[in-house]
């Protein structure tokens, strides 16, 4: 740490602190990358992230490593793969000894401060999050009551989850567990981080529980989206073709078997209020940004920890490596980032790290961690930063995709799968099997194996080797 604080007072030289831009890192829960309207969704209204599509720089092949919450946010903060990091699944504390986003610019001399969801261990506090408002986690088991969503069915996911500050008190006034308004409280915290922010520059980092189940129908959009107009996802199913390794999951078990058209219109319908009710509070805060004179002098980041199936591939959760699932919205603007630009580079979650270093011109950890800058995609000096990306869902699945292609692995049932996603986007054609594509089978299968063995991945160096 102190070769950190040498080189920030070293850079800070030649610009004060005060002239840094700030950061919001707005992070949503479970969003599909194909939920924005200014994206190609021509039914779902995104106002506010569509504004964000105009006027700034869309990475539209982006995607997580690990399609679960803990692992995938813990990408996020320390920039590294969860190999690195060590959180491979729930409840699995991050290294100490891996720097993370809020350390890092909180030694760079930010405000750091955290609003939402946290689903890793410890608190914000403890990474080095100078401050919390409106932190929602675990803890008020004892204020719980049984729960209905949308659709009558019981509550599963969040029970117990309640609003409370860095001190440990709890806001039970403000609901326990989801409520159809909880997106409005974050955007409530926000905006009063915002307001108040001084002559520092901020690091804000704001996680959305939406659009994760249970979903609510939020106040002014209940009857907004009508499920007999709902499109089915191209590649819905009735089922899934074989145990892809969550079956009997949580996620799973919100639908039923087999899955209907009438139930996954009904489901994608309530999906879209609660995004879209998300996308109004992010305009509040937007527009509180705007308000206090800083919009200009902001990097601001939006994107989701993950995606989900909502009936695609016959499947309702994440834990996937399909792109409806590893795929992930990422849009950027402010200051050092191109205007109505698309991206097709691919990307990680734990490149936003890296980049957000270079954007706001601080030193960023280098090889301590995995992700890489995208900088040099934004400024044009290359279009790519990854020849391939590679997913990962406990034992049970392995991936490595290219530009045009992806391979997956199911070690547990011994299953692959071959997609050649330029020609056949919705992964509907398996053609793992088909002799003219065996040599790229092939490659890719070697490719992928390598890069899981030097990671020490025990499916392929042996039970004995470290996950």
């Given at each position: 740490m102190r070769s950190l604080l040498l080189f920030c007072s070293f850079v800070f030289c030649s610009q004060t602190l005060a002239e840094r831009p700030n950061v919001l890192l707005l992070i949503s829960d479970d969003q599909r990358p194909d939920t924005i309207a200014a994206l190609g969704n021509d039914l779902i209204q995104t106002p506010n992230l569509d504004r964000?599509?105009?006027?700034?720089?869309?990475?539209?092949?982006?995607?997580?490593?690990?399609?679960?919450?803990?692992?995938?946010?813990?990408?996020?903060?320390?920039?590294?793969?969860?190999?690195?990091?060590?959180?491979?699944?729930?409840?699995?504390?991050?290294d100490s000894a891996i720097p993370t986003m809020s350390k890092w610019f909180s030694a760079a001399g930010y405000s750091t401060s955290y609003v939402g969801k946290w689903h890793n261990d410890g608190k914000p506090i403890d990474r080095g999050y100078k401050f919390t408002r409106g932190l929602y986690c675990g803890g008020g088991g004892?204020?719980?009551?049984?729960?209905v969503d949308f659709a009558g069915r019981p509550v599963t996911g969040y029970r117990g989850w309640i609003f409370q500050d860095d001190q440990g008190n709890l806001f039970p006034e403000k609901g326990v567990g989801l409520t159809p308004e909880i997106s409005r409280h974050f955007a409530d915290a926000a905006i009063e981080i915002i307001q108040f922010s001084g002559e520092k520059p901020f690091?804000?980092?704001?996680?959305?529980?939406?659009?994760?189940?249970?979903?609510?129908?939020?106040?002014?959009?209940?009857?907004?989206?009508?499920?007999?107009?709902?499109?089915?996802?191209?590649?819905?199913?009735?089922?899934?073709?074989?145990?892809?390794?969550?079956?009997?999951?949580?996620?799973?078990?919100?639908?039923?078997?087999?899955?209907?058209p009438q139930e996954t219109r009904r489901?994608?319908?309530?999906?879209?209020?609660?995004?879209?009710?998300?996308?109004?509070?992010?305009?509040?805060?937007?527009?509180?940004?705007?308000?206090?004179?800083?919009?200009?002098?902001?990097?601001?980041?939006?994107?989701?920890?993950?995606g989900l199936s909502v009936g695609s591939h016959g499947l309702r959760g994440k834990q996937t490596m399909y792109e409806h699932t590893i795929g992930i919205p990422m849009l950027m603007q402010g200051p050092g980032i191109p205007k109505s630009m698309c991206f097709d580079a691919q990307c990680y979650l734990r490149d936003l790290f890296p980049t957000l270093c270079d954007l706001v011109g601080i030193d960023g950890p280098g090889k301590q961690i995995d992700g890489l800058s995208?900088?040099?995609?934004?400024?044009?000096?290359?279009?790519?930063?990854?020849?391939?990306?590679?997913?990962y869902f406990r034992n049970f699945q392995r991936m490595i995709r290219t530009d045009e292609w992806?391979?997956?692995?199911?070690?547990?049932?011994?299953?692959?799968?071959?997609?050649?996603?330029?020609?056949?986007?919705?992964?509907?054609?398996?053609?793992?099997?088909?002799?003219?594509?065996?040599?790229?089978?092939?490659?890719?299968?070697?490719?992928?194996?390598?890069?899981?063995r030097n990671q020490g991945d025990s499916v392929y160096v042996g039970a004995d080797a470290e996950q």
């Open positions: 964000f599509v105009r006027e700034g720089s869309v990475f539209t092949r982006a995607i997580c490593s690990n399609p679960i919450c803990t692992p995938s946010r813990a990408e996020i903060l320390t920039g590294s793969s969860g190999f690195r990091c060590g959180v491979m699944d729930f409840g699995k504390p991050i004892k204020f719980a009551k049984p729960q690091f804000l980092h704001v996680n959305f529980t939406s659009p994760h189940d249970p979903l609510m129908l939020p106040p002014g959009w209940e009857t907004k989206y009508d499920p007999d107009t709902m499109e089915l996802p191209a590649n819905f199913l009735p089922e899934h073709l074989f145990d892809h390794g969550n079956f009997d999951g949580r996620d799973e078990k919100l639908f039923l078997w087999p899955r209907t489901e994608i319908a309530a999906y879209y209020a609660v995004i879209s009710y998300m996308d109004e509070q992010i305009g509040r805060v937007m527009a509180a940004l705007n308000a206090s004179g800083k919009a200009d002098n902001t990097v601001v980041i939006f994107s989701s920890d993950h995208l900088k040099p995609i934004l400024d044009g000096r290359t279009e790519r930063v990854h020849d391939f990306v590679v997913g992806k391979y997956i692995e199911y070690p547990a049932v011994d299953r692959q799968q071959l997609f050649h996603l330029k020609q056949d986007p919705d992964e509907r054609t398996n053609l793992i099997s088909v002799e003219a594509h065996s040599a790229t089978r092939d490659q890719l299968k070697t490719q992928m194996r390598n890069w899981f």
